[in-house]
C-alpha cells in the first residue's frame, strides 16, 4: 500500500537528480567561507530575494532565532501574530537565546496591520521596555497558508521607519506566495530588514534555510550562527540540492496549490466537515471536524491505517499539506479514504410521487432572549473556524470556545445543549456573493472595475479591502452593507431556529 503523506511539505524526500547533484557538488569548508557550492547558493538567494547577502543555516527556526538576534537588545519588545510559527512553535526561542519580551497581536487570517502595530509600539516612557522588532509571517501556516498583503506590509514598513523598528519576515514559505501571486520575491522582501526562507519544505530540499539582508547585517548573522551551533564544514552537499530545487521545484508549486484546492473543495463536500475554502491559497488545507462529533485522534488514526497521513491541528483540527510527492491521483485517493469515514453532502432532491417526507426531528420550543446584537453579528461573521460561538438561551450572553478553551469548558457547553445554542458561520460563498452585489452597485466606474478584477480567483476578499482601503467612503458604504445583508441571514436562521431575540 502506498502511504500517501499530507502531514507537511517537509516530508518530501530529494529525487534522484537532486541526488545526482549533491553526489557531484564540489565542497570546501563553509566556516572558512570556501565552499564553492555554498558561496553560489548564496549569492543566487541573494539575488532573487533583492538583498545584498544571505547565509545557509540549518533549519528555519535557527534562521529566524539568527534574525531576532541580530535585530534586538535583550530586554526589547518583539510583536508578532499569535498564531504565528515563532510564537507557537519555536521552544520560546526569542526569550531564551535573545531575551526578547514577546507581545503577540491577533492578527486577521494570521496577517497583522500597520494600524495594529502603530497602537502597539511603547512609548519612550522610563518604565517601559522598548519595542524594537515586529516578525510576520507568509505564507501564514497556522491560518492556513493565506498570503499577506504586499500593500500592507509597505504600510507596516513606513510605520517601522517613523517608530524606528526592524521588521523580521519568516517566509518558510514564501515560495509558495510568489508563485501563487506572481509577486517576485524581492518585492515581497524589500520592506524587510531580514528574510528567511525554507529550503526543505515546499522546494523539496532535506535540509536547510536561507537569511537574506544587507551586507553587514548578514556579517552578523554568521557570527551568531556559529554562537548557536549552527556553523557546519562541507555543507556544499546540502547547498546543492538547494541550487537544483531553484532550478526545477521552484515554479512547479503551482501544482501544489491546484491539488490542495481540489482537495478542499472534495473534504467540503463531506458531511462533518468544515473547510474555509477562501483560506486555501496555497498548499495548505485545515479542516475542522467539530460538526461530525468525531474525535481528532481517532480520525487521524483510521486515516493511517488506510495509507493517509495527516496532522492534529487543534482539538477539532486536522491539516493536510500538498507538495511534490503528493500528485492529483494521490489526492483523489486520500479524498476517497476521506469518504470512508465521512459522507458526501447530499443534494435535496424533490421527492418521488407517493414517498413519504422524511421524519423531521421536532423543534424545540420558541425562545425568547435578551441579547446584544452586534454581538451576535460579530459571531456569526467571525471566519476562524476554530472559534465557536454559543448563545446562552437562558441569559442571551454568547460564550466563545477556541483553540485555548479547555476540555472542561467544551464539555460544559457540549452537555448544556438545553441552555446553549451554536451559532452558525457565514458561509464564504454567501461572502462572496456579497462582495459581487455590493461591486454591482459602485457608482463610480473607475472603482467598480478595479473592484471586479481584484474579486477574481484566490485571496479575493483580501484584495477587495485592499482597494477600498483608498476609498474611506465606499469603504464605509461596504462595512454598512456587509453588516445588513449579515443581520439579515442571522435573523433568519434565528427565525427557523424559533429564537427571537429582544434587543438590549
Known sequence: MKVIDLRSDTVTRPSPGMRQAMY?????????????????????????????????????????QISLKILSQPGDVLLLDVDSHIFNYEVGAPAALSGLLVHPLKGERGHLTAQQVEAHVRGSDLHLPPTRVVALENTHNRAGGTIASLDEFKRIKQVAVTRQLKLHLDGARLWNASVATGIPLADWAAPFDTVMSCLSKGLGCPIGSMVVGGRETIAKARKVRKLFGGGMRQVGILAAAGLYALEHNFSRLAEDHAN????????????????????????????????????????????????????????????????LDVNREDINTALEVFRHHFEPVRVPTASSPGTPEPEKPAPHSARTVRADLAELINAFADGRLENEYYLSLRTGQIRLLTDE??????????????????????????????????????????????????????????????????????????????????????????????????LL
Open 260 to 323: 490542495a484546492r481540489h482537495l478542499a473543495t472534495g473534504l467540503a463536500n463531506l458531511q462533518g466537515l468544515q473547510v474555509d475554502l477562501d483560506s486555501v491559497q496555497t498548499n495548505i488545507v485545515i479542516a475542522d471536524l467539530k460538526p461530525s462529533g468525531k474525535l481528532v485522534p481517532d480520525v487521524v488514526a483510521r486515516l493511517k491505517e488506510e495509507g493517509v497521513r495527516i496532522v492534529p491541528f487543534g482539538p477539532t483540527r486536522v491539516r493536510a499539506v500538498c507538495h
Open 24 to 64: 557531484e557538488a564540489e565542497v570546501g569548508d563553509d566556516v572558512f567561507g570556501d565552499d564553492p557550492t555554498v558561496l553560489a547558493l548564496e549569492e543566487r538567494v541573494a539575488e532573487l530575494f533583492g538583498k545584498e547577502a544571505s547565509v545557509f543555516v540549518p533549519s528555519g527556526t535557527m534562521g529566524n
Open 405 to 502: 478553551s479547555s476540555e472542561e469548558e467544551r464539555q460544559e457547553l457540549y452537555q448544556s445543549a438545553e441552555e446553549y445554542m451554536l451559532l452558525p458561520k457565514k458561509r464564504s460563498r454567501d461572502g462572496y456573493q456579497d462582495l459581487l452585489d455590493f461591486i454591482a452597485a459602485v457608482g463610480d466606474n473607475g472603482l467598480r472595475d478595479k473592484l471586479a478584477t481584484a474579486v477574481q480567483g484566490q485571496g479575493a476578499f483580501r484584495r477587495f479591502k485592499d482597494v477600498l482601503l483608498a476609498y474611506p467612503e465606499d469603504r464605509r458604504k461596504w462595512f454598512t452593507f456587509s453588516s445588513e445583508r449579515d443581520e439579515a441571514r442571522l435573523r433568519e436562521w434565528l427565525k427557523e431556529n424559533r429564537v427571537f431575540v429582544d
